[in-house]
């Protein structure tokens, strides 16, 4: 077995890291830093849109000549999912050993080509493959994002350049279904593949000519460890889009995350014995980052929970179309921008666990004010539980997402970025298997009536507000 160091030092000495980031941005020699920070969140925004907006384009696709299973269906929305969660944190190992500006364009060009690829499909496991190729596309762009900005943004303009990228993905997330919502209103489903396909084809070009290159890290890639941490999170997020449909106690659904806690301590067990692992479990004693994972994931637990049933209360409850139940969610996205953007300057004022904690008082509040909806609560009133909650979100994620940042070398920003995306997307599905357990069959096309939905939905957010308030407490804790 190789000497390993203690967390502190495997994460590098302070001076020697500064020293070294100085180099890596002399050599970089960035155009403008505010292109780079507004070009970054541009695409990371459009990749975590086309996971929002896939699931209003279920009905047009069940309904198609395609004539998808239920398992089939399922697999339709969920491939490009899994892609991206699994293979977030080896994306971001690869970026920083092959070079960022080169898996990030890569990693574009299968997201554009997977897209159109499912557009034109005429087979479902045509379409499939084409939702699998755009998942491993934005699984090598995304961890470049915000590992770029690290790079290229000096240390006084960081924590804005991260409240930005963060709002970027939320914003992405809420517009994912207004344009959802209008394409699908107007064309066939193939008409909303084509769109994010093209989207990706414009990003290529443009950040072709303006990503500057940085230095890459002269070790060599973990292929075990990426096989390995790939597969635990493929077993965990497979348990919980089964969890669903089988139920929790099924066998099948318990076995996948038995998989998932086996392969994990795997992993651990190979990783600790390597010299240059993908990522180095001994990271998280370090607080920060120990407190970013959980805390990205459980504030995405939490916005996705919401996310689910937004569409399906506004359809049922005030009868709109998927087009302007789109629409009418939109208002939410100022109020994450707005607090994502206050949050560096609180941060400097309060420090970072009182920041933190408020963000997670609104997000518990906003989950809170959800359970008491009901059909006829008016839309002005509606709307403000998920612009309370997504206010939270935005003030909590820069300094946690900052952190986990801050906490590592400079040349592990793309290993420090999928990291970050992984707890994201696990967060996210773990939010959507909670309140796609509450609600039961209180879905939209079930036939069930407003008042059930509004049922339903009460115990289910009582139970994610709990939830999350629980977590959040050591979050804080934890947050320097």
């Known amino acids: 077995m190789k000497t390993q160091h203690p967390p502190a030092e495997h994460a590098g000495n302070a001076e020697h890291a500064e020293h070294a980031e100085h180099a890596e941005r002399a050599a970089a020699r960035p155009p403008r830093p505010g292109a780079t920070v507004a070009l970054m969140s541009l695409c990371a925004g459009t990749l975590q849109a086309m996971a929002a907006a896939m699931n209003l384009a279920v009905p047009s696709i069940a309904r198609s000549g395609l004539h998808p299973g239920p398992t089939a269906l399922v697999w339709i929305v969920d491939a490009y999912l899994v892609a991206f969660a699994c293979l977030l944190v080896p994306g971001g190992a690869l970026a920083d050993r092959l070079g960022r500006k080169g898996v990030l364009l890569a990693g574009l060009g299968l997201f554009a080509g ?24 934005a699984a090598l762009a995304l961890p470049v994002t915000l590992g770029l900005l690290m790079l290229v943004v000096p240390r ?37 593949f084509l769109v994010f396909g093209t989207a990706g084809a414009l990003l290529l070009p443009v950040s072709a000519l303006r990503v500057p290159r940085t230095p890459r890290r002269a070790v060599p ?21 089964e969890g669903r449909e089988r139920g929790w106690t099924s066998a099948w659904v318990l076995g996948s995350f038995a998989a998932a806690a086996v392969i994990t301590a795997v992993y651990v067990r190979v990783a600790l014995r390597r010299e240059h692992p993908l990522l180095d479990p001994r990271v998280f004693a370090l607080r920060p980052v120990r407190a970013g994972t959980i805390g990205v994931a459980v504030a995405f637990a939490g916005a996705f929970a919401m996310f689910y049933v937004n569409a399906q209360y506004l359809t049922l409850a005030h009868g709109y179309s998927l087009a302007l139940a789109g629409c009418a969610i939109a208002p939410i996205a100022v109020a994450m921008a707005l607090a994502s953007r206050s949050s560096g300057r609180l941060v400097e004022r309060w420090g970072a666990k009182r920041v933190v ?46 952190g986990i940042m801050a906490a590592l070398p400079a040349d592990r920003a793309g290993t420090g970025s999928g990291l970050n995306g992984a707890a994201r997307e696990v967060g996210s599905a773990v939010g959507v298997a909670a309140m796609g357990t509450a609600l039961g069959a209180h879905a939209v096309g079930s036939g069930a009536s407003a008042a059930a939905l509004s049922a339903a939905m009460d115990s289910g957010f009582r139970v994610v507000a709990v939830a999350v308030a629980l977590a959040a407490a050591l979050v804080v804790r934890w947050t320097d």
Request: charged fraction near 5%; hydrophobic fraction near 60%; aromatic fraction near 4%.
């Open 221 to 241: 890639l973990d292929a075990p460890g990426s096989v390995l941490l790939a597969a635990a999170i493929v077993a965990l997020v497979h348990g919980l889009i």
């Open 114 to 137: 997977g897209n159109l690829l499912a557009a034109c499909a005429g087979s479902v496991p045509l379409l499939i493959a084409g939702r699998l190729a755009a998942g491993v596309g």
């Open 156 to 192: 006084a303009g960081r924590p804005a350049a991260v409240a930005t990228w963060t709002a970027s993905l939320a914003v992405g997330g809420i517009l994912g279904n207004v344009v959802g919502g209008v394409v699908l209103g107007l064309l066939p489903w193939q008409g909303l």
């Open 357 to 402: 904690a408020l963000g997670f008082a609104g997000l518990v509040g906003g989950l809170g004010a959800f359970s008491l909806v009901d059909a006829r609560t008016p839309y002005v009133l509606y709307v403000l539980c998920p612009a309370l909650a997504l206010a939270g979100v935005g003030l909590a994620l820069p300094p946690l997402s900052g």
